[in-house]
């Protein structure tokens, strides 16, 4: 009796702390539908739903890290260092996506904006014909929320290139023409930044 007592007190243990951690990575999720416009030879325009899902954000210490390491030794450099980081995803429906290397949080005149890099998906094709477009490594989203109306809009930069240029800025450069618009933006529990 006490064996089996134990056990169940064990197992609902269990259960709770699994739930716990389930509901603590859950985050911020947000989506939308992504406007993305074409480039080169491919000009047509794409709609594709969208979830940015935010599980965590980039430390001041990391983000001096990062901009110290972009400076000195370039995209490629920062690509290693951020490549093992995962505070979230940012995923195309239908797809897996990709796990969120760096994201910045902040509050602007009452709206949280938050912005994601992460290395963004290369095909097979892009590298084998060593198209121009593998000098954009990353994904760059910016999305500004009303935190009262949990909706917003933003922009995406699908294929990002990113430089530094001084005084804590980078510039953010999109291979394709026009950067792409997030469009019917709505936000799930923004009250976790």
Same mark, same amino acid.
């Given at each position: 009796? $006490? $064996?089996?007592?134990? !056990? ?17 990575? %859950? ?8 406007? =993305?416009?074409?480039?080169? !030879? ?28 972009? @400076?000195?030794?370039? @995209?490629?450099?920062?690509? @290693?260092?951020?490549? &093992?980081?995962?505070?979230? %995803? /940012?995923? /195309? ?10 994201? /910045?949080?902040? @509050? ?24 121009? &477009?593998?000098?954009?490594? !990353? ?16 922009? =995406?930069?699908?294929?990002? $290139?990113?430089? /530094? ?29």
């Amino acid at each position: 009796m $006490k $064996k089996t007592l134990h !056990f169940c007190t064990l197992l609902i243990l269990f259960t709770f702390v699994f739930c716990y951690s389930a509901l603590a990575q %859950r985050g911020t999720t947000i989506t939308g539908t992504a406007v =993305i416009y074409g480039s080169g !030879f491919n000009t047509r325009t794409v709609t594709r739903p969208f979830t940015l899902t935010v599980t965590g954000r980039t430390s001041d210490r990391e983000t001096a890290a990062y901009l110290d390491t972009l @400076q000195v030794r370039g @995209q490629d450099a920062l690509m @290693q260092q951020m490549g &093992s980081r995962s505070l979230g %995803r /940012f995923s /195309f429906t239908g797809s897996v996506g990709e796990p969120l290397n760096a994201v /910045f949080v902040e @509050q602007i005149g009452g709206d949280t904006l938050i912005r994601a890099v992460f290395r963004r998906w290369v095909g097979f094709g892009e590298i084998r014909r060593g198209l121009r &477009s593998v000098d954009y490594p !990353f994904s760059y989203v910016e999305v500004r929320i009303d935190p009262r109306t949990k909706r917003g809009e933003g922009v =995406i930069y699908p294929a990002a $290139k990113l430089r /530094f240029r001084g005084e804590n800025t980078i510039e953010i450069e999109d291979f394709g023409t026009l950067p792409g618009r997030l469009i019917g933006v709505r936000a799930q529990n923004v009250s976790s930044f």
